[in-house]
Structures are given as structure tokens and as C-alpha cells.
């Protein structure tokens, strides 16, 4: 059974910085694509970053791209993200997602 667990979340000030992460658990973490997604208050879920198995091929949402960083470390079984420069539009619930497993999610709110 594939469980994740996302922290890191919390308020910080336009142009700050975070750092979230993801602890995945199940089998084959390394072989793996692991996502993450976000949620703004009434907006549809949004892809953000994406991140394959191995950690060399990363994708990411057009709105941050430049900004935002993958990275996974295979020997903790977590994914990070690290959010700089972040603005009031990146306030939302994010979540880390592993084929169709879900966590239970962590809160940015980004104040101006």
C-alpha cells in the first residue's frame, strides 16, 4: 500500500521561499515518477513539477517554471520541492501525487 505524507507548508511573504517534501511509502520508490500538484481556493487542481525515478528528467507548470525545483532522494524515500520567489498567486493546498495515490496535503498561503 503506497502512502504519502507532505509537509513543509506554512505562510510566508511575497518574494520569500519554502520548502516542502513528500515521504513516500510502498514499494519501487525509485523507479517511480512522483508529481506534485496544488489547489487554489476555487480553482481546479494544477500540475506543478513532476520528477522521474532516477531524479534526472524533471517537468514543470508554466506558472513555475524558474522558480520552483524538483528533487527526490531515493535513500529517504522523499521528494522536496523548494518554492522561491513566491507570489500570492502560489497560495493553495499542495499534494504530492504517485500514479493514482494521493496525500493528504500541506498549506501555503502566501501573503503581499
Known amino acids: 500500500q503506497v502512502q504519502l505524507v507532505e509537509s513543509g507548508g506554512g505562510l510566508v511573504q511575497a518574494g520569500g521561499s519554502l520548502r516542502l517534501s513528500c515521504v513516500v511509502s510502498?514499494?519501487?520508490?525509485?523507479?517511480?515518477?512522483i508529481a506534485w500538484f496544488r489547489q487554489g481556493s476555487g480553482k481546479g487542481r494544477e500540475h506543478v513539477a513532476t520528477?522521474?525515478?532516477?531524479?534526472?528528467?524533471?517537468y514543470y507548470g508554466s506558472s513555475v517554471r524558474g522558480r520552483f525545483t524538483i528533487s527526490r532522494d531515493n535513500t529517504k524515500n522523499t521528494v522536496y520541492l523548494q518554492m522561491n520567489s513566491l507570489k500570492p498567486e502560489d497560495t493553495a493546498v499542495y499534494y504530492c501525487n504517485r500514479n493514482d495515490n494521493w496525500g493528504q496535503g500541506t498549506r501555503v498561503t502566501v501573503s503581499s
Open positions: 520528477i522521474s525515478g532516477d531524479g534526472t528528467t524533471t
Open positions: 510502498g514499494p519501487s520508490f525509485s523507479s517511480r515518477f
